[in-house]
């Protein structure tokens, strides 16, 4: 501990104006056989099918890079090969699907945590880039060799913001407000109705282009005083949309009933939490 602590303040000392210049690369979309995924974990297991105990064949480093298609039960295929079809399944809690990129143009300090007086975790090098986890005032959340650091760039993480979605910023609203095909407004602030919507929500992955009607709107408040709004499928689809072109399905990897229709159970409890049902909305 105290050999780390002299090292951050040498490094301190060293590079007294040391400053993030850096590009921030948007998210890809959607390729020619998938989103692309990268590993965060040190090493990730990839299975012949979406269960702990089936066959391993393969194991994926640190920043490994595949293509998804889909997430099922908080499993996410994996395509590492655009000649060999679908390699198998990794588990999704340890992958960022379709990312921003975070790349340097100068020696750059990553910190433990969003605060500068934090132990410096690592000093990135000129055109080094890593994927974004996620954005928060002036500081850059990324994906570092197997763990997390934190950037100072206030510009890149205004930029960060469009570049890509990032769906932990749905796990903690404060409020929603949704609006639905007939225009009547159901407000939602009952915090555990607020937590259980930010599960299911926060739980997404990036969908190919859907059909389903988007005519329910969804506007949650975060505790940041920031509004994000979605457009919510009214069908038998547990999606959402964001913009004109940019779709997720939500849901996944939360417990549900068993014994329902896994697809029709993640909308209906969606629509529970307002005091719906989907047969009503139309």
Not at 24 to 42: F, S
Not at 120 to 125: A, I, K, N, R
Not at 171 to 195: M, Y
Not at 229 to 251: N, P
Request: charged content about 20%; some cysteine.
């Amino acid at each position: 501990m105290i050999k780390r602590l002299i090292a951050a303040t040498l490094a301190l000392l060293l590079f007294p104006a040391l400053q993030a210049a850096a590009e921030v690369i948007p998210a890809y979309g959607p390729g020619q056989i998938g989103y692309q995924a990268v590993v965060l974990c040190q090493s990730l297991t990839v299975r012949e099918s979406p269960s702990a105990s089936s066959k391993a064949v393969e194991t994926l480093k640190a920043g490994a890079v595949f293509a998804t298609q889909s997430s099922i039960g908080g499993w996410t295929d994996c395509f590492r090969s655009e000649n060999e079809g679908m390699t198998g399944w990794v588990k999704s809690d340890y992958v960022i699907i379709d990312p921003a990129w975070y790349k340097t143009d100068a020696a750059t300090p990553v910190y433990a945590w969003s605060d500068e007086s934090a132990c410096q975790v690592g000093l990135l090098d000129r055109g080094d880039r890593y994927p974004i986890l996620k954005a928060e005032g002036e500081w850059l959340c990324i994906g570092l060799r197997g763990a997390a650091g934190w950037i100072h760039d206030p510009q890149g993480a205004a930029q960060a913001r469009t570049a890509a979605f990032y769906p932990a910023d749905l796990a903690n609203p404060v409020r929603a407000d949704l609006i639905t095909p007939d225009g009547a407004a159901h407000p939602l602030s009952d915090p555990a109705a607020l937590k259980s919507l930010g599960e299911l929500l926060s739980r997404c992955h990036p969908s190919f282009a859907s059909a389903c009607p988007f005519d329910a709107h969804l506007t949650l408040t975060l505790a940041d005083g920031r509004t994000v709004k979605l457009e919510m499928a009214t069908d038998s689809c547990h999606v959402f949309r964001i913009g004109e072109d940019a779709y997720y399905q939500y849901g996944d990897g939360v417990p549900r009933d068993p014994m329902a229709d896994s697809s029709a159970n993640i909308g209906e409890a969606f629509w529970a939490l307002f005091g719906l049902k989907s047969n009503e909305l139309h």
